[in-house]
C-alpha cells in the first residue's frame, strides 16, 4: 500500500511539472510515515548523508571549472586552434565543431557547458561562413554529446559514487569511446559536405599555425593537466577539478588578464545557480533509491531478466532500451540516480563489467539530451538560436544516427572502454 502510494505520487508530482527533487522527496517522506516497518532514524541517515561523498565533491567543482573559462576567451582560443588544424578540408568548419568540442571536453566535463560556451562561437562562425543552420545547429548539438565522455566527466563521478566503482576507470575508459563517437560525426560531417559542396577555410602557413598554437597552448595544457594528473596518480578525479578552477581562474584572471579577481564572486554565484539544484537532486535520488532498493525492486528487475534470457547481449539491447527511454524524460543526472542502483546488479550475473555498464549509460544519457520532450540542449539551442524547438528537433534528428552507431560498437565492443583502464592499471 504504502508503496504504491509512492509510485502515485511521484508520477502525479512529474505530471503537474514539480522540480524534480520534490518529486522525489515528497513521496519518500510520505512513504516514511506510512511504513511503520521502516524506522524514521535509517531514513533520516540516508538523508543527511547523502552528500557525504567525497568523489561528489567534484561535480560542483568541475560546474565552477566551466564557468569561469567561459567568462574568458579560453573557448575562442580552443576554437580558433581547431580551425587551424582541420579549418581547411571540405566542410571544414563542421570538423573544427568536432575537435574543438573533444578538446574542451577535457577541461568541463558537461555537454552543456560545451553547447552553450563554444556552441555560440561555432555557430556565428558557420553562419557567416554560408553553411546551412540544419547542419551547424545539428552538428554542434551532437558534438556537444561528447563532453561528458571524454574525461572528466560529471555523469561518470555520479555513477561512479552511486555504484562504488572507479572514477578513475570511468574517466580513462571514456577516452577511446570519445574518439570513437568523434570519428562517426566526422564521417556524417564528410558525407554532408560533400553532398552540399560546402566551403573550405584558407590553410594557414606554418608561421599562422605556429602563432596560433602559441596563442592557445595554456589552455591546451588543461585536458592534459587533468587527465595526465588522472592517469600518473598525481592526483584524484575530485582533486582534479580543484586543479581545473585553479588554472582557469591563473589563466583567465593573471594570465590572460580576461576577467578581474573581484568579478570571480560573480562568477561563483552563477555556478552555485547551476550546483544547487543538482545537490538537491542527489540528495532527493538518495533516498529515493533507498526506498527503491527497501523494495527489493533491483532483484524483482533481476529475477524477470534472468528469467527472460541468460544472454548478456540481449540484456544490454534491454538495459539501453530502458536507458534511452529515461533519457528521454528525464535529465542525465536524474536518471543515472534512479536507474544505476537497479541496473548495477546485472553486472555480476551477466559478466557485464561496471565501468562498460557506466559508459554505456551515460551515452546512452547523452543521447537523450537531443531527445525531446526533455532535451536540455535542444531547448539551449533554441534560445541560442531563436528557432522553436520543434524544428531544432528536426535539424538534429540526422545527427543521431552516428550516435547510435557509436552506441552500438561501444556496447558491443567492450574492449573501446576496458582496454586503457586495463594497461593502467585502474581495473584487473
Excluded at 276 to 281: D, S
Excluded at 287 to 301: A, G, R, T
Amino acid at each position: 500500500m504504502a508503496f504504491g502510494v509512492f509510485l502515485v505520487l511521484f508520477v502525479a508530482l512529474l505530471f503537474i511539472g514539480a522540480p524534480i527533487y520534490i518529486s522525489m522527496l515528497l513521496p519518500s517522506i510520505l512513504y516514511v510515515f506510512m511504513n511503520p516497518m521502516l524506522p524514521p532514524l535509517t531514513f533520516m541517515q540516508k538523508l543527511l548523508t547523502a552528500l557525504n561523498n567525497f568523489p561528489l565533491l567534484a561535480v560542483p567543482f568541475f560546474i565552477l571549472a566551466a564557468e569561469i573559462m567561459n567568462t574568458g576567451s579560453i573557448t575562442e582560443r580552443i576554437f580558433g586552434f581547431a580551425k587551424a588544424v582541420v579549418g581547411h578540408f571540405r566542410g571544414g568548419l563542421g570538423y573544427v565543431n568536432i575537435v574543438a568540442s573533444v578538446i574542451f571536453s577535457g577541461m568541463s566535463g558537461s555537454a552543456i557547458a560545451d553547447v552553450g560556451g563554444l556552441g555560440q562561437i561555432e555557430l556565428k562562425a558557420m553562419r557567416e561562413a554560408g553553411f546551412d543552420d540544419d547542419f551547424s545547429i545539428g552538428i554542434t548539438g551532437a558534438s556537444g554529446t561528447v563532453g561528458p565522455i571524454i574525461p572528466p566527466s560529471i555523469p561518470f563521478v555520479v555513477y561512479a559514487s552511486f555504484v562504488g566503482t572507479s572514477t578513475g576507470a570511468l574517466f580513462i575508459g571514456g577516452m577511446i569511446p570519445g574518439i570513437v563517437m568523434s570519428l562517426c560525426l566526422a564521417a556524417m560531417c564528410f558525407y554532408k559536405s560533400k553532398k552540399r559542396n560546402y566551403p573550405r577555410e584558407k590553410r594557414v602557413t606554418a608561421k599562422e599555425f605556429w602563432k596560433t598554437f602559441q596563442n592557445s597552448f595554456l589552455a591546451l595544457c588543461m585536458p592534459l593537466l587533468i587527465i595526465g594528473g588522472i592517469w600518473t596518480g598525481w592526483f584524484t578525479p575530485t582533486e582534479a577539478a580543484m586543479v581545473a578552477i585553479l588554472y582557469a581562474i591563473i589563466l583567465t584572471c593573471f594570465i590572460y588578464r580576461e576577467t578581474r579577481v573581484r568579478d570571480l564572486p560573480k562568477v561563483i554565484m552563477n555556478a552555485l545557480r547551476n550546483v544547487l539544484p543538482v545537490l538537491l537532486i542527489v540528495v532527493g535520488a538518495t533516498v529515493f533509491s533507498f526506498i527503491i532498493n527497501y523494495e527489493k525492486v533491483d532483484q524483482m528487475v533481476m529475477e524477470l531478466l534472468t528469467g527472460f534470457t541468460s544472454n548478456k547481449y540481449v540484456v544490454l539491447v534491454l538495459v539501453n532500451v530502458v536507458i534511452l527511454i529515461f533519457g528521454m524524460f528525464f535529465d542525465s543526472i536524474v536518471a543515472i540516480l534512479l536507474m544505476a542502483p537497479i541496473v548495477t546488479p546485472l553486472c555480476g550475473i551477466y559478466g557485464i563489467h561496471p565501468v562498460h555498464l557506466g559508459v554505456v549509460i551515460v551515452l546512452n544519457l547523452m543521447i537523450g539530451l537531443l531527445t525531446p520532450p526533455v532535451g536540455t540542449s535542444l531547448y539551449l539551442l533554441s534560445t541560442m538560436t531563436g528557432y522553436k524547438v520543434t524544428r531544432i528537433i528536426r535539424m538534429t534528428v540526422p545527427w543521431l544516427v552516428p550516435l547510435f552507431i557509436s552506441l552500438i560498437m561501444i556496447t558491443y565492443c567492450d574492449w573501446f572502454v576496458l582496454f586503457l583502464p586495463r594497461l593502467l592499471g585502474f581495473i584487473a
